[in-house]
T-cell receptor
Framework: DQQVKQNSPSLSVQEGRISILNCDYTNSMFDYFLWYKKYPAEGPTFLISISSIKDKNEDGRFTVFLNKSAKHLSLHIVPSQPGDSAVYFCAASVRTYGNKLVFGAGTILRVKS | NAGVTQTPKFQVLKTGQSMTLQCAQDMNHEYMSWYRQDPGMGLRLIHYSVGAGITDQGEVPNGYNVSRSTTEDFPLRLLSAAPSQTSVYFC????????????FGSGTRLTVV
């Protein structure tokens, strides 16, 4: 039973355009959502998070949107750069449950120059 | 500042052998976790710890043991290696829950033959 789902295995975007990565979840108890970026042969790197009491959080070129009623979140990258090419993981947690993260399967983003 | 250090980076084991994957962090983080990454499945939580002396099971704990005698170290023991444990293993640490992102090590690629 996958609690966090990333239904798009891959996404290809032109440099300078917007990249939109999507994530759906089923557990309504999740109260924090996080995005991680991973390059080959490296560990994941934390990008941005959002609390369930917010619907948007921005950090530079990265914005995460949360739609609680739809149990859906998305990561927008504007403008996309070739260095953004990586695997992006969506993750969720329940704060009171020991900070355990539940990850989606990941989406491979390719930014073409 | 080293962050999260995992050793070894690569390991080949024969079925039935045991070994310990080492993980150390120098950020004084209370929370530490072990994940495994398999193709198409994202990262799955094996064991986690909320402080020295306190550990608990994650999503896929069978075949693995952990202990946390100090804040810095969180070793993962494979009791009797099986081919199904062929994976990339990541150790991670975090200062807190919720919006605190985990810092990941660079991973250990384990092959069981």
């Amino acid at each position: 039973d996958q609690q966090v789902k990333q239904n798009s295995p891959s996404l290809s975007v032109q440099e300078g355009r917007i990249s939109i990565l999507n994530c759906d979840y089923t557990n309504s108890m999740f109260d924090y959502f996080l995005w991680y970026k991973k390059y080959p042969a490296e560990g994941p790197t934390f990008l941005i998070s959002i609390s369930s009491i917010k619907d948007k959080n921005e950090d530079g070129r990265f914005t995460v949107f949360l739609n609680k009623s739809a149990k859906h979140l998305s990561l927008h990258i504007v403008p996309s750069q070739p260095g953004d090419s990586a695997v992006y993981f969506c993750a969720a947690s329940v704060r009171t449950y020991g900070n355990k993260l539940v990850f989606g399967a990941g989406t491979i983003l390719r930014v073409k120059s | 500042n080293a962050g999260v250090t995992q050793t070894p980076k690569f390991q080949v084991l024969k079925t039935g052998q045991s070994m310990t994957l080492q993980c150390a962090q120098d950020m004084n983080h209370e929370y530490m976790s072990w994940y495994r990454q398999d193709p198409g499945m994202g990262l799955r939580l094996i064991h986690y710890s909320v402080g020295a002396g306190i550990t608990d099971q994650g999503e896929v704990p069978n075949g693995y043991n952990v202990s946390r005698s100090t804040t810095e170290d969180f070793p993962l023991r494979l009791l009797s290696a099986a081919p199904s444990q062929t994976s990339v293993y990541f150790c991670a640490s975090s200062a807190g829950t919720g919006a605190y992102g985990y810092t990941f090590g660079s991973g250990t690629r384990l092959t069981v033959v």
